[in-house]
């Protein structure tokens, strides 16, 4: 398993539309592979494939209770109306956290790395993932739902260099489980 370098703002891959995944092989393992190993390296709670630079519509997520897993194809059949706030951050915002609101339940259909098509519900924090992932598959990114004002400081945090020089993921503040960075 290779660990893969991840994108950071600013980099155009991360606004770019991922395409639909055709081949279920061997080579597409190992890239889920790769990437829940960079996912979990960077203590990350969800990566999708144009944050290491693949434009294909795969991502990985974990959460606390060692549940993991890697989706293809992912499409969003509902969402509740009830919504969750909380924080959210990104992989590609190293360091940055903001105040997110996220449908509180996401009805998916998936295929798994086999190609196999699954129907699968998340809640709560999960959804939060999902949908995160789902939108960077879209070239849309956490910032862009985010209040003007936290949104216009995280752009003045981004030009003042903080993304250049963000902590090391052992020594960034310990965040709740349920302010994912993914
Ligand atoms: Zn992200």
């Not at 600013?10 to 770019?16: A, K, S, V, Y």
């Not at 081949?23 to 996912?39: C, E, P, S, Y």
Request: aromatic share 6%; with cysteine; glycine share 8%.
């Amino acid at each position: 398993m290779a660990l893969l370098p991840i994108r950071i703002f600013g980099d155009p891959i991360l606004r770019e539309r991922a395409a639909e995944v055709t081949g279920f092989d061997v080579a597409l393992r190992r890239l889920a592979d790769d990437m829940l190993a960079t996912m979990r390296a960077a203590r990350g709670a969800g990566l999708a494939a144009n944050q290491v630079g693949v434009l294909k519509r795969l991502f990985t997520w974990e959460v606390a209770d060692e549940r993991h897993g890697a989706y293809a194809n992912p499409e969003v059949l509902e969402v509740s109306e009830e919504i969750q706030e909380g924080e959210e951050g990104c992989l590609s915002f190293p360091g940055l956290f903001y105040p997110t609101i996220r449908p509180l339940r996401a009805r998916l259909r998936v295929r798994d790395v086999t190609g196999d098509e699954h129907e699968i519900e998340g809640e709560g924090l999960l959804a939060r993932i999902f949908l995160h992932e789902i939108d960077h598959l879209n070239g849309v990114l956490f910032i862009d739902h985010l209040a003007r004002h936290d949104r216009k400081e995280a752009m003045r945090r981004i030009r003042a260099g903080e993304l250049e020089h963000p902590p090391p993921p052992e020594e960034r503040p310990a965040r709740a489980p349920d302010s994912p960075a993914a």
